[in-house]
């Protein structure tokens, strides 16, 4: 977390000051403690050396001030009801924990997903880049039409002999066309 940081609004949009931050165009936030904008996840543009906005800000409360902070956060990209990917921030340290995947479009048209996580050590869950580094996630599905539990989700991990080598993608099965369904995964 980076804390005791100066930032100002202008509407919905914040402008923070963090010297030296590293992140890029396109990373995610959390950000805190500024004005009525507390705990609100966006994304980053206008990056600087020294500062970056977001512009899903809260447009009430307070305009500035000097203690702010923010976590660097991951995202979910290409998201559909086959597959997601997840990505890491370009800096900080950050351990994904679980993730949820809610199914209701109206229907899910396959009966896999793929996720791809990211392959970093210290900014995602696991190094995922070999059998020794990979972290294949506990999974739970629920058929929530019903409220039953389908049990922990039938999981490939995908690198063993013959695979195309993809550590990094966790593939569920045996969700036969969930009509509203959730998946967890847990790492």
């Known amino acids: 977390m980076y804390s005791g940081l100066s930032w100002s609004r202008s509407g919905a949009t914040i402008t923070i000051t963090s010297t030296a931050h590293g ?10 403690n500024m004005g009525d904008t507390d705990y609100v996840y966006g994304v980053i543009s206008s990056v600087t050396t020294d500062s970056f ?10 305009t500035s001030g000097t203690a702010g902070a923010y976590i660097p956060a991951a995202d979910a990209t290409s998201v559909t009801d ?9 800096v900080g340290d950050i351990q994904i924990i679980s993730i949820k995947v809610w199914f209701n479009s109206p229907f899910k048209s396959t ?6 996580m990211p392959t970093s050590l210290t900014n995602g869950a696991g190094g995922n880049t070999s059998t020794a580094t990979m972290n294949p996630p506990t999974v739970l599905a629920w058929d929530l039409s019903s409220g039953a539990q389908l049990g922990a989700g039938n999981i490939s ?7 195309p080598q993809n550590y990094n993608v966790f593939q569920v099965g045996g969700l036969n066309t969930l009509v509203d369904g959730m998946v967890k995964f847990t790492f």
């Open 82 to 90: 086959s597959a997601a990917t997840i990505g890491s921030p370009t």
């Open 53 to 62: 906005q977001i512009t899903n800000a809260v447009s009430s409360g307070d």
């Open 157 to 163: 991990v995908w690198g063993g002999a013959g695979s």
């Open 111 to 116: 009966s896999t997903f793929d996720l791809t």
């Open 23 to 32: 992140l890029s165009n396109g990373d995610y936030v959390v950000v805190r």
